[in-house]
């Protein structure tokens, strides 16, 4: 373990209003010459507050936010998507594909002025590989390290990775998604400790440093700028993260000048476009935004603690129903109505943004296919319903089930197009005979229903909820696979062919050979349909063009919340 250095810093902290220093007078009994030091923040409004900065257990999107300070091995170029190096100066891999070595910049320091270098990969890496065994480890990036065997010091700057398999996603799965800790903070904690641990003041090797300590129950998050970085250093002194109950707030404190960036919904684009000094941008990353169905098996996939599926049966048990219910369903009026035009209407699991590994299945908005599918499968009676005040038919069989299922639907203020959409989704279901009942709650409350040891495990039908799954297909793909129940995986399905299929992928290194058992894959569940993709959504970001230049969306077409456009934005 390296020896912590003992530095004592001497700091004056001078504060001033709107983030300005104070001017400085060197003349005796004088006014000061001297321009206030005017500090450039960029503030960044938010919907969902990180709720985690432990790298090694946060699971919530919006907890890499809260993760600015560090940094992976490997990194996409917002511009060009061409891999390039970060903690990593260069990297090779073996002829037969399972050996990487990584030579490490030799130039990074801590934001505590500790030495960066190989002891701080191998022990990020080995903590989590040798957690592999250890069901009650729960390390997030478990599935990323799969397949590495071995992982060995070679040098100060040097280290090697050893994996049992070819891996054909390994730059952006698993060097490109782990972020490196520091060994001389976390080192000397066991196993339980490190996935507990609070970590108030993040100690990172990125250009941005938390300022004061980490409290999930805030509203702001700031950063300052770090200037012992390595690497390109950005041109705003800091980031401010400010989170609002809703995005009507956030449209508000935007238009009065008190957040720089953020994503508007596609009514309040209206408003926008064509304001002078603010500009809006099309935002089409991939993104999934899918309606899940409850289909665990307790005797086809028994859970240890768990005996019986509080789901409704139905859904389980009846592949005609689920399909039903996705021909039910306009999704172009969604992308329309909802979006304003911002997306793609869904039918396959890998977002249309991830290009060639798209399945590209036309979705087919068709209502009587629908009714069809739901009198082969028995519904041909019909039943009146009161569903929030209202009378609603829905269909029954002659053994007296109905159609009539509870609906999972967030309130977090980040699901606002979830809410826009499900007065639509109730009306195309409602048309071919089948009831929802809406059931609002928070997303922490609908993730514990999915984990393995909760009271409530399996305590819902369907839900609206989605990913931003990246330009690769594996991530979105392992979602649905047997070993991701009761982490990824919120519909419990189980399938030995879709998990073949998905393991087969990742180790084909030829691209045209793993297109197509990719294909095979998103085939499979689009005809299992428990995995209902609505659309994939694009979003609008829109930022202060008086204030700011040198916006850098990712990959040409995505986000502008992204960490190249941090370094390069620059005050007017």
Known sequence: MKKLLSILLVVTLVIGLAACGAPTDNNTGGESTSEPDVKHILNLGITSFPTNVNPFSQRMQQDHDGLRMYETLVNHDAETLEFE??????????DDGLVWTLKLREDVTWQDGEKFDAEDVVFTYKTIVDSKANEAAAFTRKAEVKYIEKVEQTGDYEVKLTTSIPVANFLIETLGVIYIVPEHIWGPMETQALLDYQNEVPIGTSPWKIVGEFNPQNTELEYERYDGYYGKMPKV????????????????????????????????????????????????????????????DP???????????????????????????DFALDKQ??????????????????????GKWHLDIQHDYNPEKAIKLLEEA????????????????????????????????????????????????????????IGLNIEPMEGSMLGATMKLDSETWCDYDMYIWGWTPGYDPNYILTVLTTEQIGNRQEVMYSNPEYDALVEKQVQQVV??????????????????????????????????????EGIIQFGGDGTIFNSDCYKNITPK
């Not at 569903?387 to 002659?398: H, K, L, P, Y």
């Open 333 to 354: 009026k969604l992308v329309d109505d909802v979006l304003k035009g911002a997306g793609y209407a869904g039918s396959t699991l890998v977002p249309t943004s991830a």
């Open 299 to 325: 005797e086809k996939t028994p859970i240890e603690g768990q005996l019986e599926n509080p789901g409704n049966i139905i859904l389980r048990r009846e592949k005609n129903v689920r399909q039903a219910i």
């Open 511 to 548: 691209d045209e050979e793993r297109l197509e058992t990719v294909y095979a894959a998103q085939k499979m569940i689009y005809d299992e349909a428990c995995y209902i993709p609505l659309y994939y959504q694009g979003y609008y970001d829109a930022y202060n063009s008086d204030k700011w």
């Open 378 to 433: 028995g519904f041909t009676n019909f039943e009146t319903v009161e569903i929030s005040g209202r009378e609603v038919q829905v269909r029954t069989n002659d053994a007296g089930e109905k159609l009539l299922f509870r609906f999972a639907l967030l309130t977090d203020g980040y699901a606002w197009h979830y809410r826009d959409s499900t007065p639509y989704i109730v009306n195309n279901l409602e048309a071919v005979g």
């Open 237 to 296: 002194d800091g980031l401010l993260y400010i989170m609002f109950e809703n995005k009507d707030t956030m449209f508000q404190a935007f238009k009065a000048g008190n957040i720089d960036m953020f994503s508007p919904s596609g009514t309040q684009v209206t408003e926008l476009e064509g304001t002078e000094g603010i500009t809006v941008v099309k935002n089409l990353q991939p993104k999934l935004t899918q309606i899940g169905i409850n289909i665990w």
């Open 85 to 94: 190096g970060l903690l990593a100066d260069s990297w090779n891999v073996s």
